[in-house]
């Protein structure tokens, strides 16, 4: 871990400067984290020695130890330098130096300790806190347990039971000092570091916090940016890329690091590709079937080699009676990869797919990262599972030149195959494993705090040997693009992957010893066994009924007594689920007020219920609560949208939902209802105006702007036929139509619903207009050219004719393109079959007059028609252009018509207009003979 960030020291150093901290630096480098602490003016800082002007400075004054040694550290840095000429040991740019280094060891520390391992060759308490502390076990754990309530950020608390949280605390509060923030640039990037293991403590993200680790995020790129050209560390931009890839990861914006990735891997020149080969996966298979793998190469390596032998944990064997250890492939890969759309890079089909190079540790870190970050976009589905096995298996089959990479493979590994019936076992028994080695590296110390000797940590894999195990600055280096979780957090996936094999039992003995009360809470409810769970999280909150803890049956006492005060750290997440599980509104309203009113998972909860219940104004009071503690959580500003919506505050759930695809702008649900409320607003009287929403800018034409959010929709969700036809609908109402948007939501919703549908999804009025647009815009019969005449053209031949078998007004359309197009007979044979159509219905002449109007309004268009394209030469098909007519017979087939539809309608309608208008058109037509 120190590699990148002490080099990157050094490089901005004064020569002279560097040369006298040069022993520290190594030392930090090595892992001889002691040898600082002991460092004579580090002594002087934590209280060890005493000078005049600190003597009078003693931990009774301060609430807390850290505050102690921020005031220490103010005295210590506020000392002037001396006359020129002074010694650069005695100068404030190196004690600024000093404790900056001091920082970063005891961040390493800590991270040893809780994380890596090995063991730490001394006792943190003994060597960071007051001799009057440190020899007194009480004193200890309740100072211990003041730093760690500190770190509560937004009524979200920090684990309980964090060990050694003096040496987080101790970079902090260096970190935070003024003078090193502003005279260290490299202090931006330790203090991001601190600030994200202490999200990484938390049982949920803090939004403060998050914001907090973004601002440092841009401001420490800048910074490297700037200062790449005047320093030589190598890959210093694709460190920090990996380890923002990382913290997106955790705070779940998978694309954003799914974009660094990308530009640390482009950087890197690393070549790598998921594609499929032949090859047999079971002991029984005869015939080799396309197997997933990743072919990858660092730049520069040889292209096959033996692995090199280096210190690496267990990786337990499969053992399956079926599957095969590892996949045995047919032969060398092709040029291109099982599906064929993109080739393989030239440099990796002359890998052996069984015995691949050995990869840089930072190419790993990112095919480990790719892995993590795709099973965070789905974790539930199967198929994106099967696709991120190949990434760790291929760090783990070529090796790996770093102990904490290989570790977070197999980590990675056991789980994705903790969900495969035949993987489960070693999945499990894997993750088991990496309990044991990190809980037997980070527990084991020479001695405990009392002086009295350490336990030894049970294992059922044998303890590594001397010289078998990695070096304290191998597990460190890569730690931070790898995000390792630490112990705590190992343990409780533990727990998490024995509720899903049904070992409830071995679960909750986990959860109980690390004293994760609302996990096992969690794993009860999920059993259905919410009493239980209920006793859990009361016994934390309340006392017992009676009032004495000490005298209850623990098996009967309901805790019903008065409340804890003060209220546990984690009061505001316990009475969360206090009220899921009783559903009792007034426990997520305890949890807003325990918290000091920053608890926002408490108001979304109440803002969720009141949604159910359709208490829209409330729900959006709720939700607007929580979005001011946390403006970056995405359902929330969804859900207050949908209540806005439901409210009819359509201007509002335009900002809600603008602030959702800023969030995450592959929502398509939100585009469209961010479509849906800009339909209601009114354009704005003066054209140019703009309104401004959060970045989104909404113009005097919100119509316009909703066509877009749809069509934005309509991409995300292609499949999706409800909003093609809101794209189809919208695009035809805008000022001038968007008749291009017209007919590709009309091929669109055609192609999803027509074999379903038939016509009944085809628009009639909006293709009328359509039709009558392309006539008019197009001067001339020719729609063969390329434009929107071609298109319409196009739609109605492909899409829509195929569809029509009954509609009447569809083929008087498809009749009026073809007039104009100059295709008489297709022309004529629309209107037969329209009329044919509405001829065709049952007992409309004895039915409503309407309908007897309505067919006698069709047969008359016939007539009309056979009369205008009957004696016109034929355009089309064979006979074209040898003079015959499209209907000579024409005269006949309109008397035709109108005596069957006067024969049929002479009983009920012989003295009505229809009948009249009949009559007149007969005699017109007979008058022509």
């Known amino acids: 871990m120190a590699e990148v960030l002490i080099n990157f020291l050094r490089s901005s150093l004064p020569e002279e400067l560097a040369s006298v901290l040069q022993d520290l630096l190594q030392a930090v480098e090595k892992g001889d984290f002691l040898a600082i602490f002991q460092h004579p003016e580090v002594q002087a800082l934590l209280g060890h020695q005493e000078s005049d002007a600190m003597r009078n400075v003693q931990l009774e004054d301060f609430p807390l130890w850290s505050d102690y040694i921020f005031h220490r550290l103010g005295l210590i840095l506020a000392k002037r330098d001396e006359e020129a000429g002074t010694p650069p040991q005695k100068t404030s740019a190196y004690r600024q130096l000093l404790f900056f280094i001091v920082a970063v060891a005891a961040l390493s520390a800590f991270l040893q300790s809780t994380v890596t391992g090995p063991p730490l060759p001394f006792s943190p308490a003994n060597v960071i806190l007051p001799s009057n502390v440190s020899s007194n076990i009480t004193a200890v754990a309740s100072l211990r347990t003041g730093l760690i309530a500190s770190l509560r950020v937004d009524g979200v608390a920090a684990y309980k039971l964090t060990p050694n949280i003096e040496l987080l605390c101790l970079a902090d509060t260096i970190l935070t000092c003024p003078p090193i923030q502003k005279n260290i640039g490299t202090s931006k990037w330790a203090k991001l570091r601190v600030n994200f293991i202490h999200q990484r403590l938390l049982s949920e993200v803090a939004p403060s916090l998050q914001s907090s680790i973004y601002e440092d995020l841009e401001t420490l790129e800048n910074l490297i940016l700037s200062s790449e050209s005047k320093c030589s560390i190598e890959n210093l931009h694709v460190h920090f890329l990996l380890e923002r890839a990382a913290i997106h990861i955790h705070h779940g914006l998978d694309k954003q690091a799914k974009a660094d990735l990308d530009k640390a891997t482009s950087e890197r020149k690393f070549e790598f590709i998921l594609t499929g080969m032949l090859g047999k996966r079971t002991k029984f298979q005869e015939n080799d079937y396309s197997q997933l793998l990743v072919l990858a190469r660092s730049a520069g390596s040889e292209s096959n080699g033996e692995p090199t032998e280096v210190s690496k944990p267990s990786n337990l064997d499969l053992n399956d009676d079926t599957l095969l250890e590892s996949i045995s492939f047919a032969g060398a890969p092709t040029s291109t990869n099982n599906g064929g759309e993109s080739p393989i890079p030239a440099d990796l089909t002359s890998l052996d797919p069984s015995n691949q190079p050995l990869l840089d540790p930072l190419d790993s870190v990112i095919l480990l990262s790719l892995a993590s970050a795709v099973t965070n976009t789905n974790p539930a589905d199967g198929i994106t599972r099967e696709q991120t096995l190949p990434y760790a298996t291929r760090v783990l089959e070529g090796g790996s030149s770093n102990w904490q990479v290989y570790t977070q493979a197999l980590l990675v590994r056991s789980r994705i195959e903790g969900y495969k019936s035949?993987?489960?076992?070693?999945?499990?028994?894997?993750?088991?494993?990496?309990?044991?080695?990190?809980?037997?590296?980070?527990?084991?110390?020479?001695?405990?705090?009392?002086?009295?000797?350490?336990?030894q940590v049970a294992s059922f894999l044998p303890k590594a040997k001397e010289g078998e195990a990695a070096p304290v600055d191998e597990r460190l280096r890569y730690i931070f693009p790898l995000c390792s979780p630490s112990r705590w957090e190992l343990e409780a996936e533990l727990a998490s992957r024995w509720v899903s094999v049904g070992g409830l039992r071995s679960a909750l003995e986990i959860y109980e010893r690390l004293e994760m009360w609302a996990e096992a809470a969690l794993c009860w409810a999920a059993t259905d066994k919410e009493d239980k769970a209920k006793k859990i999280i009361r016994k934390q909150l309340f006392h017992a009924t009676s009032g004495n803890d000490d005298t209850v049956d623990l098996e009967e006492e309901k805790w019903e007594g008065a409340v804890r005060d003060p209220p546990p750290a984690e009061a505001p997440r316990l009475y969360c689920i206090l009220g899921d599980i009783d559903k009792d509104m007034s426990m997520y309203e305890k949890a807003w007020e325990v918290s000091g009113r920053r608890y926002a998972r408490a108001q979304r909860e109440l803002g969720r219920q009141y949604f159910t219940l359709q208490d829209y104004e409330k729900a959006a009071e709720a939700y607007s609560l929580s979005l001011k503690v946390n403006t970056l959580n995405h359902p929330a500003w969804f859900a207050l949208g949908c209540a806005y919506l439901e409210l009819l505050q359509f201007k509002n759930a335009v900002e809600a939902f603008s602030r959702c695809v800023q969030l995450d702008d592959l929502d398509a649900e939100a585009w469209s209802n961010l479509a849906a409320s800009l339909l209601h607003l009114r354009p704005k009287p003066k054209d140019g105006e703009e309104e401004v929403h959060d970045g989104n800018q909404i113009t005097n034409h919100p119509r316009q702007d909703a066509l877009k959010a749809f069509k934005r929709a309509?991409?995300?969700?292609?499949?999706?036929?409800?909003?093609?036809?809101?794209?189809?609908?919208?695009?035809?109402?805008?000022?001038?139509?968007?008749?291009?948007?017209?007919?590709?939501?009309?091929?669109?919703?055609?192609?999803?619903?027509?074999?379903?549908?038939?016509?009944?999804?085809?628009?009639?009025?909006?293709?009328?207009?359509?039709?009558?647009?392309?006539?008019?815009?197009?001067?001339?019969?020719?729609?063969?050219?390329?434009?929107?005449?071609?298109?319409?053209?196009?739609?109605?031949?492909?899409?829509?004719?195929?569809?029509?078998?009954?509609?009447?007004?569809?083929?008087?359309?498809?009749?009026?393109?073809?007039?104009?197009?100059?295709?008489?007979?297709?022309?004529?044979?629309?209107?037969?079959?329209?009329?044919?159509?509405?001829?065709?219905?049952?007992?409309?002449?004895?039915?409503?007059?309407?309908?007897?109007?309505?067919?006698?309004?069709?047969?008359?268009?016939?007539?009309?028609?056979?009369?205008?394209?009957?004696?016109?030469?034929?355009?089309?098909?064979?006979?074209?252009?040898?003079?015959?007519?499209?209907?000579?017979?024409?005269?006949?087939?309109?008397?035709?018509?109108?005596?069957?539809?006067?024969?049929?309608?002479?009983?009920?309608?012989?003295?009505?207009?229809?009948?009249?208008?009949?009559?007149?058109?007969?005699?017109?037509?007979?008058?022509?003979?």
Not at 436 to 449: L, Y
Not at 911 to 923: S, V
Request: charged share 30%.
């Open 422 to 455: 035949r993987t489960m076992e070693r999945g499990l028994l894997q993750l088991q494993a990496l309990v044991d080695q990190v809980i037997a590296e980070t527990s084991e110390v020479k001695a405990t705090e009392s002086g009295e000797e350490g336990t």
């Open 714 to 929: 309509a991409t995300l969700k292609h499949d999706n036929s409800k909003i093609w036809i809101n794209v189809l609908t919208v695009a035809a109402s805008t000022n001038p139509p968007s008749w291009s948007d017209v007919i590709t939501a009309q091929r669109r919703i055609c192609e999803l619903r027509g074999s379903a549908e038939g016509e009944k999804c085809i628009d009639e009025e909006i293709l009328d207009l359509l039709v009558r647009h392309a006539i008019q815009e197009e001067g001339s019969s020719d729609f063969s050219r390329a434009g929107l005449p071609r298109m319409v053209n196009e739609l109605i031949e492909k899409h829509v004719k195929p569809l029509i078998t009954f509609s009447p007004k569809l083929w008087i359309i498809l009749s009026t393109l073809y007039i104009h197009t100059n295709r008489p007979s297709s022309a004529l044979e629309c209107h037969e079959r329209a009329w044919r159509a509405i001829t065709s219905q049952p007992n409309w002449e004895n039915g409503a007059e309407s309908r007897w109007n309505a067919v006698v309004d069709h047969t008359i268009d016939l007539v009309d028609a056979y009369e205008s394209l009957g004696p016109r030469e034929r355009t089309e098909g064979l006979a074209a252009g040898s003079g015959e007519l499209v209907a000579k017979d024409w005269k006949f087939k309109a008397r035709s018509a109108v005596r069957s539809i006067m024969g049929k309608g002479k009983e009920n309608w012989e003295d009505g207009a229809g009948w009249e208008r009949l009559t007149e058109r007969l005699e017109d037509l007979k008058g022509r003979d």
